[in-house]
């Protein structure tokens, strides 16, 4: 539902188009500018797909279609194959479709991991080529939270690598308008225990420091199960978020309450939030972040993933007139800087030798600068050259995702529908409302049990 929700920011909700690629019309000339020319010719002279076809089926559509348009472009010139890209708006249902009838296409981009875990253990998915995990794992940043993300049963019963993570979102984001913390002396904390201190010194001083809303229509709630998401990773192991996704860890253990209790006590404090805990659950997502820029500001932060700009006044110029930085981890706690997300992974639908070339392309540095050149496109890839980022926004966040020690996929969206885009959402309103942590968190965790 969330991807939903962003993806009706963009305005990208189209009916399904064909492309195909177009060696051409490449927008960077090779050779030129500061992208990582030495990699794509040392991909082209290992491979040769001349007369070869690679089909893929993505959820890119309009300017992210042509984004991806444009870095296959370079893989066709590279290789001699021809590239046929499909996206759709409603991908999820397309692909299965698709690798039920057995007419799949070669290659698929999955929005989340979670369909692609699902169609790994029906047997429609290929394992990636041997040395893929070793090749995440040292090139990315927080490698092995990429191989774990794109690790699946399959219909063997085994665990296998079967995606590759490529464009990425982060979701661990502060807001606030430099301006109001220059005027008041406050400064951008670096651990969670300073955030906490500059919340308590703002209410102190007479300002509000957070706004919060959760109301999003039918899926009003939404924007609680990221901070609790972003807790879970600050207060406990990558592990135990992991077993919280799949609920071999309960979502009433002691653990998970806790999560929602840390949420608690910035949403529950009317000191804290811009109208009172109580407007917390009837304010619009898209209307919270808006008290930042009133005069005199309504609230000083806003945490909220990097789609939130869209709904800023217009003309709002992101890095001047706003800016962001880390949520914060606890330095008291031994978890490294764990960032929560969201991304696109790349599966092999119907195997070919194409198809695996088309893997060791995105192990390329050029196949992700082409994008980072454009817009709308985050990498972990530790080699690429930062300097190619076409926004300084875009620069800024991915500094975040190279400094992450730990990755982890939005987990509402991993869970089954009835939990994550149903009770967790309900349960957070009612959390807000005045219910404790425990009496919400007993009421998923039955709900939960009520579907297995």
């Known amino acids: 539902m969330k991807k939903t929700l962003f993806a009706s920011v963009a305005a990208v909700a189209m009916v399904a188009g064909t492309a195909h690629a177009d060696p051409t019309a490449l927008k960077f000339p090779i050779g030129e500018g500061a992208f990582n020319w030495d990699s794509y010719n040392a991909f082209k002279a290992a491979h040769d797909l001349s007369g070869q076809e690679v089909t893929i089926l993505g959820p890119w559509l309009g300017p992210d279609q042509e984004n991806v348009q444009n870095m296959l472009n370079y893989f066709e010139a590279a290789t001699g194959a021809k590239v046929s890209y499909v996206g759709s708006d409603s991908f999820e249902q397309q692909i299965r479709i698709d690798t039920q009838a057995g007419s799949a296409p070669n290659l698929a981009a999955f929005p989340q991991p979670g369909l692609m875990g699902d169609l790994a253990k029906l047997g429609y998915l290929t394992p990636l080529p041997d040395g893929t995990a070793d090749w995440v794992k040292n090139n990315y940043a927080a490698g092995q939270s990429w191989v774990d993300l794109g690790t699946a049963q399959g219909a063997d019963g085994q665990n296998h690598l079967y995606g590759f993570f490529y464009k990425v979102d982060v979701k661990s984001l502060v807001w606030y308008v430099p301006e109001n913390f220059a005027d008041a002396g406050y400064e951008v ?137 880390y949520f914060p981890a606890y330095a008291s706690k031994d978890l ?46 530790k080699a690429v050259n930062p300097e190619l980022f076409s926004d300084p926004t875009l620069r800024k966040m991915n500094d975040i995702l190279l400094q992450a020690t730990t990755f982890r996929f939005d987990g509402s969206d991993l869970m089954p529908g009835a939990i994550g885009a149903g009770a967790f959402w309900t349960g957070m309103v009612d959390y807000v409302g005045g219910k404790s942590a425990k009496d919400v968190a007993d009421a998923i965790q039955a709900a939960w049990d009520a579907i297995k």
């Not at 300073?194 to 919340?199: E, M, N, R, V």
């Not at 609230?299 to 890095?319: D, K, L, W, Y």
């Not at 991304?343 to 192990?363: N, Q």
């Open 336 to 381: 490294g800087k764990p960032v929560l997300g969201a991304g696109t992974v790349w599966s092999i639908t119907k195997d070919s030798p194409a198809a695996e070339a088309f893997i060791a392309w995105l192990e390329t540095p050029i196949a992700h600068e082409i994008w980072m050149a454009e817009k709308g496109f985050l990498t972990p890839y």
């Open 189 to 325: 904390p670096k651990t969670m225990e300073d955030l906490k201190a500059l919340t308590e010194k703002m209410a102190a001083n007479g300002d509000t420091p957070w706004c919060i809303g959760l109301g999003s229509g039918a899926a009003t709630g939404w924007p609680a199960t990221d901070w609790v998401e972003d807790f879970m990773l600050r207060t406990q192991s990558p592990q135990d978020y992991d077993a919280w996704v799949k609920n071999t860890l309960p979502f009433n253990d002691p653990k998970v309450i806790g999560a929602i209790q840390e949420f608690g006590w910035f949403a529950k404090n009317d000191a804290y939030v811009a109208g009172g805990s109580a407007a917390v659950a009837t304010t619009d997502f898209r209307d919270s972040p808006k008290g930042l820029f009133s005069s005199p500001p309504q609230c000083m932060m806003h945490r909220q993933a990097s789609f939130i700009p869209a709904f800023f006044p217009e003309g709002t110029q992101v890095g001047t007139d706003v800016d962001f930085f």
